[in-house]
């Protein structure tokens, strides 16, 4: 019997190969395993097990057609294949769409069926798939995802590799590097699981089990690999339906499940792999051969089984040295590039060139599914399979972000042809309805124990439009120094209207109004004291003193993250003079953490507020919450939110007249657009623009690094916008700076010209607040 | 105990598995009427802050996840070692190294406040002499009783809490995480274990495949370890 096995890569994060060969050794121990391999630098090819070696070039330089027919060949000679390589798995599919009975990897229909990240394959297992969205949506709602997932996230290729990414710039960056690398824009962010790792990994023949086990992770890489894990029987109420699967699937080979169990014991599964994986000698190890099952079932050849009491249900991983076959010494190592650290050993075979090339030939699609008979799309095996020299095959159609008309509406009062550039543009009617909704839902959740108010923090936008929209909406204005106190009072509100909160709230000294402020929260200890000490004096007055709390990852407001701060807290608080009403402020950006997070957070806060308030024995009779609120994540569903948080308030904290909600840049950010020109561009010999030069840069938009824009095109015979969809064409900002990219990749109308105005949406929060004058002479 | 996040001890040359039944008994019979660990309350604001303080930090630290998970920060921010008994709330979180009785303790009440049901729970458990040896030095350095210590086997507390019906996992509050209900023995392998408490319409809990009855040391079966 002979047996070919792929995958022998055995770095960090190893293939299966190596386990495969010793299980089968063990196995069959007269049968002849031939390793196979693409590069010299995988060190399995020395592993011992192997009596022949066939090394073949790496997938870049191979002549698929040869290989296919070489493969063929062995096949036909009565010799099996066992793949540990999911891109060969899929060539292999594309070359034998009807299968070939020594051929032990499953058909391209199995493959399409477990393709990720949907994996409709499982349907009937006993577990779910974690919430995913493909990143051919626009960015606008791939911001959505994260932020409704606490951006506890992870980008995944459409094969291999998976990122957390916590940011906006993050995700930005490695979308560029895995679209890069696996030659497709088809990537897409799933939602991160806390919990254990476990595995079922199963052997089948031509549709039907032949054994499964059940592995869960019990030590770990640092890349979340198997390190060590215990094996045992998989249990009944999920043998069963997987028995149908593979039934269903026709499969034919080693699979794992990858899955992860939550706190709650229900399981979700990551992904199938097609193939056996790098563990699988552990399930040897425990008296499950896996190989060998498929083998016995392929072949009839009875396996050896184990001795009795040989078998442990534990396994763990140690790192040996092989000695290097002496017909395959060591290559040398590439020079390191000048000033490069280390010598990347990632992908020796060539993988990233095979999947490079089996775009190219449509064995995967753009829709990530796997396709049987190439030969019908007269594939040359290196080619453009697709006919059609411009689009890069594994170019995802992507979609452009919905705009509110109201945006429209309002850009059309400009007159664009006169329209200095770069320029910002104040959406009068959008403005003004978001400011009548807040103004609204507050007055729907006031009743006749609590008030609830809105706050317009006026660091958010100082603009006098936005704050004079305020004081007509019946807002509060929340200031963060003097000047902005000034500010506020300069447009209408009075003192009594004013709150006054941060670290540097008394700048510059002489501003303080005379007359009593709504409110002042101290920042810390030393803060409290001024305070104390400002109504002792008689210099300040209000009608609420209090202290804004730290959230956890906050540097702002007085720490409680030890049980001597919390008592210092206390301590402090019974300070404060008893003739003025006692209140609590804590703000936390839920666009940096996350909606659900935020409204943990919110939860948290309370409970600390009910704990000071118990041991100060001070009631608290404001709240002021809010902060960093996302524009969509503030409208959509708010005031149901805002119902259930009044509630929750009052239940915790019985004292509480008063509610603040400063809802930040959810009202100023939609506010406000920064309109541009188009300066210079050059198109490819295709057609294809690739870098076009703006006369906006970062400094109109220091927010690009955190969030996205919905850019709108102006169609300058008809004057008519369209949204931007994802493209190719970077937009550089005018300044001579190599990081003043404002957009990194949109497509641009086949017909765009120079002078063309861009429309950046979302721009009226601290794009606008923190934007700055630079290479303006 | 359990040193899994810290001070490990891995030097050691040590024979595993010696404990026979009989010295499980022993062992059980040595520790039958060592009461699971409390902390006291002075009834003043000092320990009334300490409280609130583990409640609401331990709030804020699970995030959002399920009251079920366990709460790896006590063990994160205290290390395990030597405690004096008794000891207070206030002085228990002043204190930077905790034993396990001490962890187990606030575990126990912080799950508790979290809504999930907790009991006290006690464990016997092997490791060789070797680590006993280290162990009682740094103890009687401290010069705290060594009692929980007796040739290669330890006393240890934990918690066991419900997770639905009578079924409990039991978390090693020390080591920052669930016992493994399928045992091998061996170094670092639970003997005996008992669960303090008198829980309405259980006579018995579920532990994976272990019965379990509460208020009585029970020792603990092992899976083979070959099969």
């Known amino acids: 019997m002979k047996i070919y096995i792929s995958g022998l890569y055995s770095g960090t994060n190893p293939q299966p190969g190596v386990g495969i060969a010793r299980s089968l050794r063990e196995a069959f121990p007269r049968a002849t395993l031939v390793g196979v391999e693409y590069s010299n630098r995988c060190s399995g090819i020395h592993w011992p097990d192997f009596d022949e070696l066939w090394l073949q070039r790496p997938w870049e330089e191979l002549d698929l057609d040869a290989y296919a027919e070489d493969i063929r060949a062995a096949l036909d000679g009565g010799a099996l294949w066992i793949s540990g390589v999911d891109l060969e798995i899929m060539w292999l599919a594309s070359v034998f769409p009807e299968g070939h009975k020594n051929l032990l990897t499953p058909p391209p229909s199995a493959l399409r069926k477990i393709s990720k990240p949907a994996v409709e394959a499982h349907r009937g297992l006993p577990l779910k798939v974690p919430t995913f969205i493909p990143t051919d949506r626009s960015d606008w709602e791939l911001h959505a995802f994260c932020r409704q997932h606490g951006w506890k996230v992870w980008l995944k290729g459409p094969y291999y590799e998976a990122v957390r990414t916590p940011t906006w710039d993050s995700f930005e960056r490695v979308r560029m590097l895995l679209s890069r690398a696996w030659s497709t824009e088809r990537l897409f962010l799933q939602t991160h699981v806390t919990g254990y790792e476990e595995s079922v990994c199963f052997a089948a023949y031509r549709g039907e089990l032949a054994g499964s086990v059940y592995m869960r992770k019990r030590e770990l890489t640092e890349e979340g690999k198997t390190w060590a894990g215990d094996v045992t029987e998989v249990p009944e109420e999920f043998t069963a339906p997987l028995r149908r699967m593979v039934k269903e699937l026709n499969w034919t080979g080693g699979a794992e499940l990858e899955m992860v169990r939550d706190t709650g014991g229900q399981l979700w599964l990551l992904e199938c792999n097609p193939r056996f994986p790098a563990w699988i000698y552990g399930s040897s190890i425990a008296g499950q051969n896996l190989p060998a099952l498929l083998v016995e079932s392929a072949t009839g050849v009875m396996a050896r089984r184990a001795t009795d009491g040989a078998a442990c249900e534990e396994f763990t991983r140690v790192v040996l040295e092989v000695p290097v076959r002496p017909q395959f010494p060591l290559p040398s190592l590439p020079e390191p590039f000048p000033g490069g650290v280390g010598h990347s050993m990632k992908h020796p075979s060539g993988t990233l060139a095979l999947a490079e090339r089996l775009h190219k030939m449509r064995v995967i699609e753009t829709d990530g599914e796997v396709h049987g008979d190439i030969s019908a799309r007269g594939n040359n095996g290196n080619g453009n399979g697709n006919g059609n020299g411009h689009r890069p095959a594994a170019r995802a159609a992507n979609t452009a972000p919905a705009v509110p008309p109201s945006f429209l509406k309002d850009l059309e009062t400009y007159d664009f042809d006169e329209a200095e550039t770069p320029g910002w543009l104040f959406l009068d009617t959008t403005a003004a309805s978001l400011f009548r909704r807040a103004s609204d839902i507050a007055s729907g959740l006031t009743n006749s124990s609590v008030k609830v108010t809105n706050a317009y923090s006026i660091k958010t936008n100082p603009d006098e439009r936005l704050v004079r929209l305020a004081k007509e909406s019946g807002f509060l204005a929340e200031a963060i120094s003097l000047l902005e106190v000034q500010k506020a009072l300069k447009v209408g509100f009075k003192p009594e209207q004013v709150i006054l909160n941060g670290p540097g709230k008394w700048w510059p000294e002489g501003l303080l109004p005379k007359a009593p402020l709504h409110a002042v929260f101290s920042d810390s200890i030393a803060d409290l004291r001024r305070v104390v000490a400002g109504f002792e004096s008689g210099e300040l007055r209000a009608k609420i003193a209090g202290v804004r709390l730290r959230a956890h990852g906050s540097r702002f407001g007085i720490p409680v993250d030890s049980p001597e701060a919390l008592q210092k807290l206390v301590a402090a608080v019974e300070l404060l003079p008893r003739d003025v009403a006692f209140g609590v402020h804590f703000h936390m950006a839920s666009s940096n953490i996350g909606v659900r997070q935020w409204w943990h957070l919110y939860e948290s806060m309370l409970r600390w507020c009910r704990s000071v308030e118990t041991l100060a024995g001070r009631r608290i009779e404001c709240l002021d919450v809010g902060g960093g609120w996302f524009p969509d994540d503030w409208h959509v569903d708010s005031a149901d939110q805002f119902a259930s948080a009044v509630a929750s308030a009052r239940k915790m904290l019985p004292g509480v007249a008063e509610v603040v909600s400063e809802p930040g840049k959810a009202l100023a950010q939609p506010s406000m657009a920064l309109a541009m020109r188009l300066l210079e561009f050059e198109r490819s010999k295709d057609g294809e623009i690739k870098e076009a030069v703006v006369d906006g840069s970062i400094a109109e938009l220091p927010m690009h690094f955190f969030q996205p824009h919905r850019i709108l095109h102006r169609d300058a015979r008809t004057g008519r916008f369209n949204a931007l969809a994802r493209g190719e064409t970077q937009l550089w900002g005018r300044l001579c700076m190599e990081h003043d990219v404002v957009a990194l990749g949109v497509e641009l109308p086949k017909d765009v010209a120079r002078g063309d105005v861009l429309v950046f949406c979302d721009a009226g929060a601290y794009d606008r607040s923190m934007s700055y004058v630079f290479g303006r002479g | ?227």
Not at chain 2, 67 to 73: E, H, S, V
Request: glycine share 10%; aromatic share 12%; net charge neutral.
């Open chain 2, 1 to 227: 105990m359990s040193l899994a996040e810290g001070n490990e001890i891995m030097n050691e040359l040590m024979v595993v598995g010696g404990a026979d039944l009989a010295g499980a008994r022993a062992a059980i019979e040595r520790w039958e009427s060592c009461p699971a660990s409390t902390i006291t309350h002075h009834g003043r604001l000092c320990c009334r802050v300490a409280r609130e303080w583990v409640f609401a930090a331990d709030y804020a630290q699970l995030n959002g996840e399920h009251p079920l998970t366990g709460p790896r920060w006590i063990r994160q921010r205290y290390t395990w070692g030597p405690s004096r008994w008794p000891i207070s709330w206030c002085e228990a979180v002043e204190r930077k190294t905790l034993d396990c009785g001490a962890l187990a303790a606030i575990t126990h009440e912080v799950f508790a406040a979290r809504g999930v049901t907790s009991y006290p729970a006690q464990f016997i458990q092997q490791y060789s002499e070797v680590s006993a040896r280290h162990w009682r030095k740094k103890w009687e350095g401290d010069e705290v009783p060594t009692n929980w210590i007796s040739d290669d086997l330890i006393y240890h507390e934990g918690c066991a809490v419900v997770t639905g019906g009578d079924e409990i996992k039991v978390w090693d509050s020390s080591a920052g995480w669930w016992v493994n209900p399928k045992q091998f023995g061996g170094y670092g392998g639970l003997l005996a274990l008992r669960v303090c408490g008198s829980p309405p319409d259980v006579s018995s809990f579920k532990w994976g495949e272990h019965r379990v009855a509460p208020n009585r040391w029970q020792q603990i079966e092992t899976a083979p370890v070959r099969r």
